[in-house]
């Protein structure tokens, strides 16, 4: 089997700026639904009380909520979680209330109404100060991939490329938290991991792209920037492709039988595992070329030897 | 020119079967136990003795068991069913603990690994499981360090009023102001001397001269480095009361860890008693003994609202309101132990308790000074304060063996005991991350996740063999072994999985599978380029391995930033991402390439290799 029978470069850079406004566009419409809308934190960050139960027969919301109103939780949240039959129970942390005994009172109040009994299978309770503290650490733990990544290619490649491979990334990790913010789904710490697992994978698509770049640049000579960049894309799209499907393949089978808790994770990862092809391919590249790559930046090693002599 | 050397080969060889052996433990699932481990600090645990205790209570109840494993700190038995394990639960409990009030050995439910005794004693086990995939509760506590300085600063005040006693000092009032304790003077002779006198004796204390009004006087503060002492000292002896707590539940395998400066974590496995559990450990009670003071008038005056200096007004359990000294005589630290049982003579619960040597000392000269006066055990919980009991003192106690009787029922005098035995903690704590799962949604998350990863591979390996043939074999043939290492590193390290973990073991996979593709497209191309099959074998492994590298290492750094900053799910993702990327360079270079090498490194003219259909432009 071959899917890519591609007889010349595809010339992606004559179209390199459509590329960047598109991407501009969903950026700022990222931006604009995260000002906007903002995230839907999970108790992880906001802190608070996260119960989930399930009932042998469905139960009827009202009276829950009528139960734990009569307990002085009117803020609860009572919402159906995957079947009619488990109940997913939100409440917000309060000053000057025993929150660690939150869950055992809610417990009380259900086991009070009669009808189907509750089992408790989940109980999440988070502290205030742990929540900022969580959020506080996502922000160093992006700093540091960040700064890390762009010091590695720096090294291994040219500043240019370091910055580039950044940029376009970070656009998808925008991306991923626009549709986080858009369709308000709930922003939990597996999201956040596979955030930033998603960095580190689309960065690995970018460097393959710039390492078919540098090695173009080194052996073929007579072809201009663009072709370059045209010649490189072309001869690892199939992989790209081929690979990506894979890791989707697979990040699909979790979305699929992971049930709830893998869900998110696994959304965020598809999301990403898209706009990541898509940046690495047709952002990262065009950023080079608007940076001023060039052959001489290969060569500058036997540059800087040759003038020794002089 | 595809040829390993011998060393190479058996390199690859040896890696993977200690990948299977390291593995299969995980194989043979679970089989119940009953453990028995020791319930108290000072009951240390003789592995044999106790063995053979386990078996003849057993015999004895006419029970078979599956074998007896001892290490260093419990004896486990395993059983056929859990009809049969909770039989003998039962039975070893009644041999054990003849006393159900006061047991001495904690015995309780657990799952053992059924792998063969082989492959336990060369420490290969099944991989360590986080609470949710068994279900239990995890508990972050959050321990009060001003607390714990506050309460030093308490007992300090006392100790200098002694010292100064002592010494023939006189002052004009002691008393903690803040975080520091406030010594007044009437003229500055006095002063020195005292300066001189406290440094003598204490150098966890700076003091620093001052005047107030009239008054001269003295601030003395704790040192830095004693204040970390202390904060450091609390943490250990609250970890230290919590495993006794903790004993009292009869869990299997707790953990109980220190997690930052101010911070502990806790993680019942298996406990569905929530409630019971956080009950236990919620009791963030200190205990104190001061003095009652009843000077004639002093407690009316107190319910009027007018409290005098030096005292404070308290409650007692039954109602009563009694007025106690501020004054600490003596706190939780200096008790050893504590037991209910009955008075020797009025056959009364009593409670008895037994006091370290300093703490002995200090309740001799107390008792000896204050017969027929009244002294109040105080519970502190939550900065609220409760007289357990105040009894009278009958005569002068030496020896550090105190006993507490009267009006006391025997359930009240196991609750006393139970909250002195356990050692009162150091410090205050309080909850602030809770998180259970039930056993069921354990079971279903460990389906749900066995079944993601298996899926997914299944998709990416008839995908894989359908595009690139015999290639693709080989490429499933190391993602596999990727995953038997991954596992088997797992096991080893007893590192805990968790669901986000065995996320990451699938994206792991999934990510994984780029290397190979990598190399197989590589091969595609040289072939494409007019390359002889040899050649474009070894060059496109070549070509290919920078870009893995480099490709790796991005994915490497993410991992680890994952890995430094991530606590609780994303520390469970991060271990295995990071370890799946290491594990993932050796199969996908080493292992593919030795298979591919075995395949066609002898054949000298080969014509074409199976790596599906090389399409060339203009053919």
Same mark, same amino acid.
């Given at each position: 089997m071959?899917?890519?029978?591609i ?6 850079m ?6 960047n ?10 931006v604009?639904?995260l ?15 996260l119960?989930?139960v399930?009932y042998?027969?469905p139960?009827a919301?009202?009276?829950?909520r ?24 939100r409440?917000?942390?309060r000053?000057?209330?025993?929150t660690a005994?939150v869950?055992?009172?809610?417990m009380?109040?259900?086991a009070a109404i009669d009808?189907?009994?509750a ?8 502290g ?12 160093m733990?992006?700093l ?8 590695y ?15 376009a ?5 925008i991306?991923?938290?626009g549709?986080?913010?858009?369709f308000?789904?709930e ?13 580190g ?11 078919r ?15 370059v960049?045209?010649?490189a894309?072309?001869?690892?799209i ?5 690979t ?14 992971g ?8 959304l ?23 940076l001023?790559?060039?052959r001489?930046?290969f060569m500058q090693?036997k540059k800087?030897?040759?003038?020794a002599?002089? | 020119?595809?040829r ?5 080969n058996l390199?690859?060889g040896?890696?993977?079967l ?8 995980n ?5 119940p136990a009953?453990?028995v481990?020791?319930g108290k600090?000072?009951l240390?645990l ?10 003849e209570?057993?015999k004895?109840?006419?029970i078979?068991?599956d074998?007896l494993f ?5 004896? @486990? ?5 859990t009809?049969?394990q ?12 003849p ?7 904690v015995?309780a439910?657990?799952?053992l690994s059924?792998?063969?005794?082989w492959?336990t004693?060369?420490h290969?086990?099944p991989?360590?499981?986080?609470l ?5 509760v995890?508990f ?5 360090m001003?607390?714990?300085?506050t309460?030093r ?5 006392g100790d200098l009023r002694?010292?100064l006693?002592?010494?023939?000092v ?18 500055t002779?006095t002063?020195?001397?005292?300066r ?5 004796a204490?150098?966890d ?10 008054d001269?006087?003295?601030t ?7 204040q970390?002492t ?6 250990r002896q609250?970890?230290?009361?919590l495993h006794n707590r ?14 930052? +400066? ?10 569905q008693?929530?409630?019971?559990a ?6 963030t009670a200190?205990?104190e003994i001061?003095l009652?003071?009843?000077t ?12 005098p200096?030096?005292?404070e007004?308290y409650t007692?359990r039954g109602?009563?309101p009694l007025l106690v ?5 003596l706190?939780?630290?200096r008790?050893?132990?504590a037991?209910?049982g ?13 006091l ?6 200090i309740?001799?000269?107390?008792t000896?000074?204050n ?22 003192? @009958?005569?002068?106690?030496?020896g550090? @063996?105190v006993q ?6 025997s359930?009240e ?6 909250l002195?035995r356990?050692g ?21 998350n460990i ?18 063999c359908a ?6 074999l ?7 072994s990727?995953l038997?290492?991954l596992v088997?590193l ?7 999985l ?6 990451a073991?699938a ?19 040289? +072939?494409?380029?007019g390359?002889?099959p ?8 070549d ?6 590298l ?6 490497l ?9 991530g606590s609780?799910?994303?520390?469970g993702?991060a271990v295995?991402h990071?370890l799946?990327?290491?594990?993932s360079m ?7 390439r ?6 066609y490194?002898?054949k @000298?003219?080969?014509?074409?290799l199976a790596i599906g ?5 203009g053919i």
């Open positions: 071959e899917f890519f029978k007889r010349k470069d595809i010339p992606f004559k179209h390199a700026l459509v590329f406004v598109i991407s501009l566009i969903t950026f700022l419409l990222a604009f639904f000002a906007t809308k903002g995230l839907h934190f999970s108790v992880e960050f906001t802190g608070g009380t119960m989930e399930s042998a027969e139960p919301l009202e009276k829950l009528d139960a734990l109103g009569k307990e002085g939780y009117q803020d609860a949240q009572v919402q159906n979680f995957g079947s009619s039959r488990d109940v997913l129970i409440l917000p942390n000053s000057g209330d025993e005994k869950s055992e009172k809610v009380a109040s259900l009808g189907p009994k089992e408790l299978r989940r109980v999440e309770f988070v205030p100060q742990v929540g900022k503290e969580l959020a506080s650490d996502g922000a733990a992006l540091l991939v960040i700064g890390g990544i762009v010091l290619l720096a090294m291994r490649f040219e500043w240019r490329f370091a910055v580039s491979a950044i940029i990334n970070l656009h998808d990790v991306i991923i938290l549709f986080f913010a858009l308000q789904w922003f939990s710490l597996p999201v956040l991991a596979a955030t930033l697992a998603v960095l994978y689309s960065v690995n698509e970018s460097v393959v792209v710039f390492d770049v540098r090695e173009t640049f080194k052996k073929k000579r007579g072809l201009t920037t663009p072709q960049l045209d010649h894309i072309t001869s690892t199939s992989r790209t492709i081929i990506h499907g894979s890791t989707q393949m697979m990040v699909l089978s979790m979305l699929l039988f049930g709830e808790t893998l869900y998110y994770f696994s965020a990862l598809t999301i990403g595992i898209c706009f990541g092809i898509y940046s690495s391919v047709l952002v990262a590249s065009p950023l080079v070329m608007w001023g790559v060039s001489e930046q090693v800087e030897k040759q003038e002599v002089v | 020119m595809n390993y050397p011998l060393w190479k390199l690859i040896i890696v993977l200690w990948g299977l052996i390291y593995t299969l433990p194989f043979y699932g679970e089989v009953v453990q481990s020791s600090a000072t240390k003789d592995a044999t003795a106790t063995m053979a205790r386990v078996e209570s057993l004895a109840a006419g078979a068991h074998g001892a290490d260093l700190t419990s004896v @486990r038995a395993r059983f056929r069913d009809d049969t909770l039989k003998a639960k039962d039975a070893i409990e009644k041999t054990f603990n006393d159900a009030a006061d047991p001495s050995y015995v439910l657990n799952l059924a792998s063969p005794q492959l004693s060369i290969a086990l991989m360590y499981l986080g949710d995939l068994r279900g239990g995890h972050l506590l959050q321990v009060d001003k607390g714990a300085v309460k600063l308490d007992a300090t005040a002694t010292l006693r002592d010494k023939n006189r002052h004009a009032g002691i008393g903690r102001e803040g975080a520091a304790v406030v010594i007044k003077f009437r003229d002779e002063q020195a001397r005292a001189s006198v406290i440094s003598a204490n150098n204390l700076q003091l620093v001269e001052g005047q107030d009004g009239a001269y006087k003295l003395a503060s704790l040192t830095p480095l004693a970390k202390i904060q450091e000292f609390a943490i609250n970890i230290s009361t903790i004993n009292e539940l009869g869990v299997a395998e707790p953990v109980i860890q220190q997690q930052g +400066l101010d911070r502990i974590v806790v993680q019942l496995p298996g406990v008693d929530v409630a019971k956080k009950d236990i450990l919620g009791r200190t205990l001061r009652v003071d009843d004639p008038g002093g407690l009316e005056a107190a319910l009027q609202g007018n409290v200096p030096g005292t007004l007692e109602g009563n000294k501020k004054q600490v005589v706190t939780g630290e008790l050893t132990d037991q209910p009955f008075d020797g003579q009025t056959h009364e619960a009593a409670v008895h308790l037994t370290d040597s300093a703490g002995a000392r309740f001799k000269d107390i000896r000074e017969i027929n006066k009244r002294m109040a055990i105080l519970l502190i919980e939550k900065g609220k304060g409760e007289v357990v009991t105040a009894p009278v003192i @009958r005569a002068e106690i030496g550090g @063996r507490i009787s009267g009006r006391m029922t359930e005098a196991t609750d006393t005991a139970l002195l356990a009162s903690l150091a410090a205050p704590m309080e909850i602030i991350e809770e998180r259970t799962i039930g056993p069921s949604l354990g079971a279903e389906s749900k996740g066995f079944h993601s990863t298996l899926w997914g591979f299944v998709a990416i390996a008839i995908f894989m595009y690139y043939m015999l290639f693709g080989v490429s499933v043939l190391a993602l596999a990727n038997l290492l088997a797992l096991s080893l390290l007893q590192a805990t968790t669901l986000p973990g065995i996320a073991i994206l792991t996979l999934g990510m994984a599978i780029d290397a190979n593709v990598l190399i197989n497209e590589r091969i595609r191309e040289e +072939l494409r380029n390359s002889t040899q050649a474009a074998i070894h060059a496109g492994y070509r290919a391995f920078d870009t893995i480099d490709s790796n290492v991005t994915t750094i993410a991992g680890i930033a994952l890995l430094v900053f609780g799910p994303v520390r993702f295995v990071c799946g990327i290491l594990t050796f199969s996908a270079i080493l292992v593919s030795g298979l591919v090498n075995m395949i490194g002898k @000298r003219k080969l014509e074409k259909q090389v399409w060339k432009p």
